[in-house]
């Protein structure tokens, strides 16, 4: 498929009443993308489009279709006829209006990945916009880094690493103890998450999402711990044995100091 034919089918898409706006996300809105990249194409919408009409039109540019999947978002998840991939996602615009306004606006942090959905309004090409709402939003929300969100994702994130008894620290050490590689696995997954989000926080950045999240801090980041990638790196090649424990101290104790 070409590219005319996939500005037809946001075209077809834009004539749904219940459309609002059209954006690209991911590395096609940032520019950085080849013709295998696939499509991050969000539909900001007033109220549920039914599934028999996202069929019909959708059907007239993909082989593969999968309709309202609910992973993550409301999605359709599809393969265009030239075999790249499509992930189109539905949002009621008035929602991510709240949504977004929870964190830029009220300040709440979240354990991990707190402003990614901001980054991502900010961040996106706008492909169609019927009546300005979502141009209206990035204007909104394209302010300063708030001085408490930064404070409060750091607060509760950190809490998070170390210091509390459910604090993914222990967790690990018990999860290594037991040599229970799975939960292993995964209480490191999340204590990265949070030491990724004080990160973004300290630099004052949004959260770009979990893809090459170290390529992004060394390019995007001016405050880095001491040793950032070599510990990281060093953590995923000792993560089932009990040098685990000791890196994940040194982790924290280096992010530590660049915490004000």
């Known amino acids: 498929m070409n590219k005319v034919k996939v500005e037809d089918l946001f075209k077809d898409i834009s004539k749904w009443n219940q459309v609002e706006a059209i954006a690209l996300g991911g590395s096609r809105a940032g520019?950085?993308?080849?013709?295998?990249?696939?499509?991050?194409?969000?539909?900001?919408?007033?109220?549920?489009?039914?599934?028999?009409?996202?069929?019909?039109?959708?059907?007239?540019?993909c082989c593969k279709i999968e309709i309202e999947n609910h992973y993550w978002e409301v999605e359709d998840n599809c393969t265009l006829n030239s075999n790249t991939d499509i992930d189109i996602i539905?949002?009621?615009?008035?929602?991510?209006?709240?949504?977004?306004?929870?964190?830029v606006g009220k300040n709440i942090a979240n354990n991990g990945y707190t402003t990614c959905l901001w980054h991502n309004l900010i961040s996106c090409k706008v492909l169609y916009d019927k009546n300005g709402k979502?141009?209206?939003?990035?204007?909104?929300?394209?302010?300063?880094?708030?001085?408490?969100l930064r404070d409060n994702i750091i607060s509760k994130n950190r809490k998070l690493l170390n210091g509390v008894i459910p604090s993914y620290d222990m967790q690990i050490k018990k999860a290594i103890k037991r040599n229970d590689k799975v939960s292993i696995?995964?209480?490191?997954?999340?204590?990265?998450?949070?030491?990724f989000d004080i990160i973004f926080a300290i630099n004052k950045l949004s959260h770009p999402g979990e893809k090459r999240l170290i390529q992004q801090c060394i390019d995007l980041c001016e405050i880095l711990?001491?040793?950032?990638?070599?510990?990281?790196?060093?953590?995923?090649?000792?993560?089932?044995?009990?040098?685990?424990?000791?890196?994940?101290?040194?982790?924290?104790?280096?992010?530590?100091?660049?915490?004000e």
């Open 31 to 61: 520019g950085k993308y080849d013709d295998n990249s696939d499509y991050d194409v969000y539909v900001y919408v007033k109220e549920n489009i039914p599934k028999d009409i996202r069929m019909n039109v959708l059907s007239k540019y």
């Open 90 to 103: 539905y949002r009621n615009i008035e929602y991510f209006d709240v949504t977004i306004s929870n964190v």
């Open 134 to 148: 979502l141009n209206e939003l990035k204007r909104k929300y394209n302010i300063t880094y708030p001085d408490k």
């Open 185 to 195: 696995n995964h209480r490191i997954t999340e204590f990265l998450v949070s030491y």
């Open 225 to 259: 711990p001491i040793d950032f990638e070599e510990n990281i790196n060093e953590l995923f090649e000792n993560m089932f044995n009990e040098d685990c424990n000791l890196i994940v101290e040194r982790i924290i104790k280096n992010l530590d100091k660049i915490i």
